[in-house]
């Protein structure tokens, strides 16, 4: 069965650093979404990208933030200068349609020290 | 602002028992999902729910909608162990866009 595949599965980074973390889509899935999760909470919204913009986006998703599909393969988030509450599982999900649920990664655990 | 509240957030269960979960939703929206989650694991799609009525059944799990109600449930039949795990209903913003806004969780406990 297709996967979306999300790199490094662990990261620990200083506050203040730049971070990238990397999903690969399943091939033929046209919405992605970056969500994260705190420790024992709720599943959180924070962008979503279709035909290689950002369509929506949630008030986490600041300025330091972004997104992009460098490759075409690799659809990314890069948080420019993390701060202890980025600390969070990060989760990638393709879908292929609006009403499909979605694949998802099996997560970034960041860890910002 | 669309709000997605679950109830129970904890639920401890014997085996052999029946419960409901229950999932509120602040918004008219198209779309009901539920996902389980495993202690350490990314989110497994379980079911969508499209249409007022609906109603899905896999296992000893069947979730149904009432978008009148903007209610929907995920029914537990005779739990059993392998059932223990963090259950989340979400629904998307609709025209606001196709991202999916979660409740909070059920955690769920099935012991002997």
């Known amino acids: 069965e297709p996967e979306v595949t999300q790199t490094p599965s662990h990261q620990v980074t200083q506050m203040g650093q730049e971070v990238i973390l990397r999903c690969v889509p399943i091939?033929?899935?046209?919405?992605f979404y970056w969500y994260r999760q705190i420790l024992g909470q709720k599943v959180e919204f924070l962008v979503s990208f279709y035909n290689n913009e950002i369509s929506e986006k949630s008030e986490i998703f600041d300025d330091q933030f972004s997104v992009e599909r460098p490759d075409g393969s690799n659809f990314t988030l890069k948080i420019r200068s993390t701060k202890l509450e980025d600390s969070a599982m990060y989760f990638c999900a393709t879908t292929i349609a609006r009403s499909d649920p979605g694949t998802f990664g099996s997560g970034t655990r960041l860890t910002v020290v | 602002e669309l709000k997605v509240e679950q109830n129970p957030l904890f639920l401890s269960m014997q085996e052999g028992k029946n419960y409901t979960i229950y999932c509120n939703y602040s918004?008219?929206?198209?779309?009901l999902y539920w996902y389980r989650q495993d202690p350490g694991k990314s989110l497994e799609s379980l079911f969508v729910l499209l249409s007022n009525g609906a109603v899905k059944q896999e296992g000893r799990l069947m979730a149904s909608l009432d978008t009148k109600a903007r209610l929907s449930t995920l029914h537990i039949t005779a739990a059993v162990h392998d059932l223990s795990a963090t259950y989340f209903c979400a629904v998307d913003r609709g025209q606001a866009g196709t991202a999916l806004i979660f409740g909070k969780g059920t955690t769920l406990s099935v012991s002997s």
């Open positions: 091939s033929n899935h046209l919405y």
């Open positions: 918004t008219t929206s198209d779309r």
